[in-house]
């Protein structure tokens, strides 16, 4: 395992967790970016890895908020 797996790990793991605490995601995302040292919220969405079936049954989340914090990643070929 590398680091960097770890990263994801830990990152995917503090999200999940919150979801089911019930935590507002809107108001952790700061924290964990700061935890993780990023400057921007984008390089920590980047660590964050979210399983469908999970989310569905938090019907909370507003999808459109989310988007506007964390970009979509534009694939290139190189």
């Known amino acids: 395992m590398r680091v960097y797996d770890?990263?994801?790990?830990?990152?995917?793991?503090?999200?999940?967790?919150?979801?089911?605490?019930?935590?507002?995601?809107?108001?952790r995302l700061p924290y964990l970016r700061t935890y993780m040292g990023?400057?921007?919220?984008?390089?920590?969405?980047?660590?964050?890895?979210l399983l469908p079936e999970n989310l569905v049954k938090f019907a909370g989340i507003d999808w459109d908020a989310l988007g506007r914090m964390i970009p979509e990643v534009e694939l290139w070929d190189e």
């Open 6 to 27: 770890l990263r994801h790990r830990f990152a995917s793991a503090a999200l999940h967790r919150w979801l089911d605490e019930g935590k507002d995601l809107y108001s």
């Open 38 to 49: 990023h400057k921007e919220l984008a390089a920590t969405a980047y660590y964050i890895h």
